[in-house]
């Protein structure tokens, strides 16, 4: 389940960084942005924050047998955090942008939703 998950929001989460928001990222962020991304807190976030989806996300909605469950709360988990992240930066950075926490926590919401709902349903295939 836990690789699965991993591999599933990885993928979307890296075409969505890599391919299509870098540009709108850069605009917005890129006077903060390092040279190049910082691969170990990258791989640690993601092992970490697939934990709490899991737990709070896919787990429950597998024991209620609920695509819609996982959806939802999938999405809630990641309105939740990715809020916590944008608005902590919206509060206490310089020129963080406004554009960038609508459109991140906005993101945050799709991909955990997103993920939480494709994990369920190839884990319902295999018959977890």
Same mark, same amino acid.
């Given at each position: &389940?836990?690789?699965?998950?991993?591999?599933? *929001?990885?993928?979307?989460?890296?075409?969505?960084?890599?391919?299509?928001?870098?540009?709108?990222?850069?605009?917005?962020?890129?006077?903060? &942005?390092?040279?190049?991304?910082?691969?170990?807190?990258?791989?640690?976030?993601?092992?970490?924050?697939?934990?709490?989806?899991?737990? *709070?996300?896919?787990?429950?909605?597998?024991?209620?047998?609920?695509?819609?469950?996982?959806?939802?709360?999938?999405?809630?988990?990641?309105?939740?955090?990715?809020?916590?992240?944008? &608005?902590?930066?919206?509060?206490?950075?310089?020129?963080?942008?406004?554009?960038?926490?609508?459109?991140?926590?906005?993101?945050?919401?799709?991909?955990?939703?997103?993920?939480?709902?494709?994990?369920?349903?190839?884990?319902?295939? &295999?018959?977890?």
């Amino acid at each position: &389940m836990y690789i699965i998950t991993l591999i599933i *929001f990885f993928a979307i989460d890296i075409i969505w960084l890599g391919f299509i928001a870098k540009d709108i990222y850069k605009e917005h962020l890129g006077f903060i &942005m390092g040279e190049k991304t910082n691969w170990i807190a990258a791989i640690v976030f993601y092992m970490v924050y697939i934990i709490g989806l899991i737990f *709070f996300a896919l787990n429950p909605a597998l024991q209620k047998d609920s695509l819609i469950y996982a959806a939802l709360v999938g999405g809630f988990f990641g309105l939740i955090t990715y809020a916590t992240y944008d &608005m902590t930066n919206l509060a206490t950075l310089k020129d963080w942008s406004i554009f960038i926490t609508a459109i991140d926590i906005t993101w945050g919401t799709l991909l955990c939703s997103a993920t939480s709902s494709i994990s369920f349903i190839i884990l319902r295939a &295999m018959g977890v």
